[in-house]
């Protein structure tokens, strides 16, 4: 099985037989581009690589259930691929909440507002209104 520090990046099946490894054998070196080893350059990155995997998993999504329903509407079946649409479908949402909506809720930036906001009112600033810029528009 491959480590972390491995360069292969593809699927990597491994088991007591030895091992197969599917894939375009060779993963861009991120140490290279994060030399100094920036928390923010990893998050941001982190964030990026969810956002592509959600992009890449809804393609699939409606390239294999175009796939079936064609499958399905020349056989002459039931239309079994609606369940199939619709549980998959289920999923695809709730990565996509999870991935575009979920962390204005409850991720990093929220909790660093809720910070800001309990600091304020235990000093006696508290403010109904969410935080915007008062300051005259630039001409």
């Not at 990893?42 to 390239?63: P, Q, Y």
């Not at 800001?116 to 209104?129: D, K, L, N, P």
């Amino acid at each position: 099985m491959a480590d972390d520090r491995d360069d292969f990046d593809g699927i990597d099946i491994s088991g007591p037989w030895g091992g197969v490894r599917i894939g375009s054998g060779m993963r861009p070196n991120w140490d290279a581009l994060d030399s100094d080893g920036d928390p923010e350059y990893r998050r941001i990155r982190r964030k990026v690589r969810r956002r592509l995997n959600f992009f890449r998993n809804a393609a699939l999504f409606v390239f294999i259930v175009g796939g079936l329903a064609l499958l399905d509407g020349v056989t002459g079946g039931g239309w079994w691929v609606q369940w199939v649409a619709i549980i998959w479908g289920a999923f695809i949402g709730l990565e996509f909440f999870t991935t575009f909506i979920g962390p204005s809720f409850w991720g990093k930036e929220a909790e660093e507002r809720m910070v800001r906001r309990e600091m304020e009112r235990r000093r006696g600033r508290a403010s109904i209104v969410p935080d915007r810029d008062d300051s005259p528009p630039k001409a």
